[in-house]
Nanobody, 131 residues
Framework: QVQLVESGGGLVQAGGSLRLSCAAS??????????MGWFRQSPGKEREFVAG??????????DYADSVKGRFTISRDNIKNTLYLQMNSLKPEDTAVYYC????????????????????WGQGSQVTVSS
């Protein structure tokens, strides 16, 4: 089982930036073998995919929701076992609780882009963008 702890959320004005971090840990755990991702959930809405990054065996490819392409960047540090989400040009509609997600991968093309794919969730970090 993987434990995920997010940090870095907060209140920012529209047009501003924030960076979320997700520290991963576990007893028998190889961070670099996991596909990692970010999801978000607003009140009254379903949890939705934001960004994902495949494990190193799959080239660390990245995927983004159309709504955040060009503004958000996902990255990972396999030495520090940490996932990041750099969020620029934030909009009020980006307001949500952001969740870090992990999926244990063993095959080609493994990614985490759907809620049912996720093996482990973080506790969530609130991001609020004021207009």
């Amino acid at each position: 089982q993987v434990q995920l702890v997010e940090s870095g959320g907060g209140l920012v004005q529209a047009g501003g930036s924030l960076r979320l971090s997700c520290a991963a840990s576990g007893r028998t755990f190889s961070f670099s073998s996991y596909a990692m991702g970010w999801f978000r959930q607003s009140p009254g809405k379903e949890r939705e995919f934001v960004a994902g990054m495949r494990n190193r065996w799959n080239g660390g490819w990245t995927d983004y929701a159309d709504s955040v392409k060009g503004r958000f960047t996902i990255s990972r540090d396999n030495i520090k076992n940490t996932l990041y989400l750099q969020m620029n040009s934030l909009k009020p509609e980006d307001t949500a609780v952001y969740y870090c997600a992990a999926r244990s991968c063993s095959g080609y093309g493994c990614s985490v882009s759907r809620v049912p794919d996720v093996d482990s969730w973080g506790q969530g970090s609130q991001v609020t963008v004021s207009s």
